[in-house]
């Protein structure tokens, strides 16, 4: 068992245990270790655990190292590993290499898998006609298909999902039996004979008989119609992307004047033909994920116009389902595939939901009898500054945990009131829920209720505290106090600074530019052009824009030019400066009202800077949907960033203020001038970046802090963050940015929990 080199003894046969933590469990990680231990010709066992998997693996020392190597290298498309440890035991001579069943009495405590794209052996499974599964659309494996959204209990298996209602055949029971198939322990595991089915209904009292009803979808979408379509997380509204008419009429029923809208397309060849695809873009495009991503369109695509009006964008995803595969197998070459809903409402998941709320939408329905229990829409993502930026974390994503630099006791953050999403920080995983939404009515607020207890109950983890926004407005607010558990509120751009810290795990005190629309101060006056000092512990305002009124409150929100008036006013006094915006709207009572200070809460926000600089520059007065203005102000822009306008910076009580007035008068002047809107554009983005520079260079030498922190929705502008990220870091900062989460609203529950950790262990 030994043998002698040099005078020492060196063991050829060795044993060691090794404990993995993470998404390990209903991913086909069990039969990865049994047939990778047994190629190995290793012996020993493996078996899930309360806290993950263990393995204990024996044999020549230098083939279990490399087996150990190969776990990490290797693992399932599906398997994260969050924490492996490995230690040295005892011998046991076992004879063979097997998988052992868990106690029963043992609860499993571990992760759960986002739904994952269909992957290229199932996909050959449904189109190779000589397969039993040919043209079936819940094909799926261990690597690939749908999980949270099925779950509904724990522990992981089918009786704890929507499969509960589709017993196994013989067939697919064997798959399920074998640890050398890749359908070992696949909890959605089905075929035609046993699974869900597809059905294609005009209404909820009329069946549309044919022969094949993914056929008959893509006959329908050809027509010209609007056909609701079930995915894994809910459904989507449908029509042809090359169809201008059919896009206009689904933005008309749908109440989406002029958002983007998302189109799927069968390959990323087919999406280079609408788009420029960067190497890294088509990465993000092709990963199992599969994101909708932001790609730049090309010129003379052959996508509808009004799929993006006035925007440089497309947001293009590849079919990440078996039906969506299919639906391209019958020639179509672009699909418009936008969540199901009226504007502000939560996505459709059941078909008698789709039925009531979608019967003035869609033509017809293509249903299926596979349940979901969560709501789960597309990811949406961008490649800013080389590096993939989620705007919106959900389907491919949600609820993977995150690794934080804490730990501590359970703590549930609930979020804001836009783009929410929450939290649920357990052990040293924050696990953060898919994309909710907008809490703006009741269908929403009773979907954010049903996402904290489905979190609550599959992570078997009751907070201890729950933390929420300090706007006392707020539905998630509301919710957190009416709670029979301690609370703490959060200030709004604290949360955007803590969250960006903790995804970089970085826990030093940081300096934080958050840069959004809205946010309760503590000062009870709208923050939104900030920059922090703190940590998880506090922050001081070091700066932020000087406070303006804002004409209406939300009302000038939608209608920028109000607040174009206001900023003019702000600089020029009653006599506004003679431009188109102020011609051609009835400036007069805007102005009466900001006299009498009548509903003019004041703000400091630069999403509001940047919608009156667009506006006053000739940019839309009213918008349709949220920073209208500002994205298309930046697609206007040159490619260079050229002097900026005039800029002050103040000292005031230990604060520092910017001063509104000189961009203003700065711009005015350059519009008076004849400057173009693209070199208008790019002097402001150069205005905004040279600004923060100079300030925190100036709060580091008075701090000697280095780390920058960059959070909030106005750094989804490209040019805005890309130019500064630059010219922070070629000014020795350290900089910290989002990756993980979201930057705007969509993050801030990660940041919200880690202050909550901190505040339970000092109170």
């Not at 039993?132 to 094909?139: Q, V």
């Not at 101060?521 to 703190?534: A, H, P, R, S």
């Not at 406070?547 to 003019?568: E, H, M, N, Q």
């Not at 940019?619 to 800029?647: D, H």
Request: aromatic letters at 8%; charged letters at 20%; one cysteine or more.
């Amino acid at each position: 068992m030994d043998s002698t080199s040099s005078g020492k003894r060196v063991k050829t046969i060795i044993r060691y245990k090794i404990l993995i933590n993470g998404i390990v469990q209903g991913v086909g990680f069990r039969p990865f270790i049994y047939n990778l231990a047994r190629s190995y010709n290793l012996t020993g066992f493996v078996i899930n655990t309360a806290t993950g998997v263990e393995i204990q693996a024996e044999g020549n020392n230098k083939v279990v190292s490399s087996f150990i190597d190969a776990i990490q290298q290797k693992a399932p498309p599906l398997a994260v590993i969050l924490n492996q440890r490995n230690s040295e035991i005892p011998l046991n001579g076992e004879i063979d290499f097997t998988i052992r069943s868990s106690k029963k009495t043992e609860s499993v405590a571990t992760f759960i898998s986002p739904d994952i794209a269909t992957c290229d052996d199932c996909i050959d499974d449904f189109t190779d006609p000589a397969n039993r599964r040919y043209g079936y659309p819940f094909t799926n494996c261990t690597n690939c298909g749908p999980r949270y959204t099925i779950i509904k209990d724990i522990p992981y298996d089918r009786p704890k999902t929507s499969m509960r209602d589709f017993p196994l055949c013989p067939d697919c029971q064997a798959e399920y039996d074998d640890p050398t198939n890749r359908r070992f322990h696949a909890q959605p595991n089905a075929c035609p004979v046993c699974g869900p089915q597809v059905e294609l209904w005009q209404n909820s009292n009329t069946k549309i008989e044919c022969d094949n009803s993914i056929a008959e979808t893509v006959r329908l979408l050809k027509d010209g119609k609007i056909v609701a379509i079930k995915g894994l997380g809910g459904f989507h509204l449908a029509v042809d992307a090359t169809n201008n008419d059919a896009v206009l009429e689904l933005r008309r029923r749908k109440h989406r004047e002029e958002k983007p809208l998302a189109i799927m397309v069968k390959d990323i060849e087919t999406a280079g033909q609408f788009a420029k695809i960067t190497k890294n873009e088509g990465a993000l495009l092709t990963s199992p994920r599969r994101p909708i991503v932001l790609l730049e369109s090309h010129i003379d695509s052959s996508i509808a116009v009004d799929v993006a009006p006035d925007n440089d964008r497309l947001g293009i995803m590849l079919p990440y389902t078996p039906l969506h595969h299919l639906l391209f197998e019958h020639n179509i070459k672009a699909l418009v595939m936008t969540s199901a809903n009226l504007s502000e409402e939560p996505i459709c998941k059941d078909n008698n939901e789709s039925f009531d709320r979608l019967g003035e939408i869609a033509d017809t329905f293509l249903i299926h009898n596979r349940e979901i229990f969560i709501r789960n829409d597309d990811s949406v993502s961008i490649l800013l500054a080389d590096k993939p930026r989620l705007m919106r974390r959900s389907r491919g994503f949600a609820p993977q945990p995150i690794l934080v630099d804490s730990s501590g006791p359970p703590v549930l953050a609930v979020g804001g009131m836009l783009k929410n999403t929450v939290c649920l920080l357990k052990d040293q995983t924050a696990l953060i829920s898919q994309h909710i939404g907008d809490l703006e009515n009741l269908e929403s607020y009773d979907v954010f209720q049903q996402t904290i207890n489905h979190l609550q109950n599959v992570f078997e983890t009751k907070p201890e505290l729950i933390v929420h926004d300090l706007h006392p407005g707020y539905l998630s607010t509301q919710w957190a106090q009416a709670q029979k558990i301690p609370t703490l509120a959060v200030q709004h751009h604290w949360a955007h600074l803590a969250t960006c810290m903790a995804e970089n795990h970085v826990s030093a005190p940081t300096i934080g530019i958050t840069m959004d629309g809205t946010g309760y101060g503590t000062d009870g006056t709208i923050w939104g052009g900030e920059i922090l000092v703190g940590d998880f512990n506090g922050f001081e305002r070091k700066a932020h824009f000087e406070p303006v009124p804002l004409p209406g409150g939300d009302s000038a929100i939608k209608a920028p030019w109000r607040t174009a008036v206001s900023y003019a006013r702000h600089t020029f006094g009653e006599d506004l400066p003679d431009l188109p915006v102020f011609i051609h709207q009835d400036v007069v009572p805007i102005l009466e009202m900001l006299k009498a200070d009548v509903n003019c809460p004041v703000t400091s926000s630069c999403g509001r800077l940047f919608d009156a600089v667009a506006t006053l520059c000739g940019g839309k007065p009213t918008i349709r949907y949220e920073g209208q203005a500002a994205i298309e102000f930046m697609q206007a822009a040159v490619n260079y960033l050229p002097r900026p306008f005039n800029y002050v910076i103040d000292g005031q009580d230990d604060s520092i203020i910017w001063r509104i007035a000189p961009i203003i008068r700065s711009v005015v002047t350059a519009i008076n001038q004849g400057v173009s809107v693209a070199e208008l554009s790019g002097r402001f983005h150069s205005t905004l970046i040279n600004l923060f520079t100079e300030t925190v260079k100036q709060i580091r030498s008075e701090t000697g802090i280095d780390f920058v922190a960059l959070s909030g929705g106005v750094f989804q502008n490209q040019i805005l963050f890309e130019g500064l990220h630059k010219k922070l870091q070629n000014s020795g900062f350290r900089v910290l940015t989002h990756s993980q989460v979201p930057t705007n609203d969509g993050g801030i529950s990660l940041g919200q929990a880690m202050i909550g950790r901190a505040y339970m262990a000092t109170n």
